[in-house]
C-alpha cells in the first residue's frame, strides 16, 4: 500500500502533510470504494475525487455530467470534468461542499485497509500541502515544515 503521509511535527505536535496520488490521504489517491447516491443506491468509485463530484452533479441535476465523471479514467480528470456542471449555483454549491466532501471521505476510509491506514495518523492535524486555501493549507509541502506553518488543517 501507497504511503498515507509525510509525518511532521506542527506546534510540538505529531501532524501528517500529504499531497498527490501517491498518499491515501489524497483526494486523488486510486482506491475503489461504494458510495450510496440518492437515487442511484451504491455506486462504485475509485477515488474520492469521483465521489465528491458526481454528489455536485447529482445536486445540480447534471446527469450529463455525472454519467461523464462517473466514468472519467482519473481522479484528475473527474476533477476537470466537475468543474463543468451547469447549472452551477456557486452560493448554493458553498452551503452544502462541505457536507458533499465529508460524505466523499466517510465512504473512502470506511474501507479497509483505508480505514485501518488513516487510524494510524492519531489526533494529529492531517495537512493538504496546496496553494488551495479553502481545501488546504495554503502551502506546498515543501513550505510545510519547522518554520512554515500551514495556514488551515482540518
Not at 451504491?42 to 455525472?66: C, R, T
Not at 452544502?96 to 494529529?124: D, N, S
Request: aromatic content about 14%.
Amino acid at each position: 500500500m501507497d504511503s498515507v503521509a509525510v509525518p511532521f511535527l506542527l506546534d510540538n505536535v505529531p501532524s501528517f502533510k500529504f499531497f498527490s496520488r501517491q498518499f491515501i490521504l489524497s483526494n486523488h489517491f486510486v482506491y475503489t470504494f461504494n458510495i450510496n447516491l440518492d437515487g442511484y443506491g451504491q455506486i462504485s468509485v475509485m477515488s474520492s475525487e469521483h465521489a465528491y463530484f458526481l454528489l455536485k452533479a447529482s445536486h445540480f441535476g447534471d446527469m450529463a455530467s455525472f454519467h461523464h465523471i462517473r466514468h472519467a479514467p482519473t481522479p484528475a480528470a473527474a476533477k476537470r470534468l466537475g468543474r463543468r456542471i451547469m447549472p452551477f449555483v456557486e452560493q448554493q454549491w458553498h452551503a452544502v461542499r462541505f457536507e458533499m466532501m465529508c460524505r466523499a471521505l466517510r465512504a473512502k476510509f470506511a474501507v479497509e485497509p483505508l480505514r485501518r491506514a488513516l487510524q494510524t495518523t492519531g489526533y494529529g492535524p492531517l495537512v493538504e500541502a496546496s496553494k488551495d486555501e479553502y481545501w488546504a493549507a495554503g502551502r506546498e509541502m515543501h513550505e510545510i515544515g519547522l518554520t512554515a506553518k500551514p495556514k488551515r488543517t482540518w
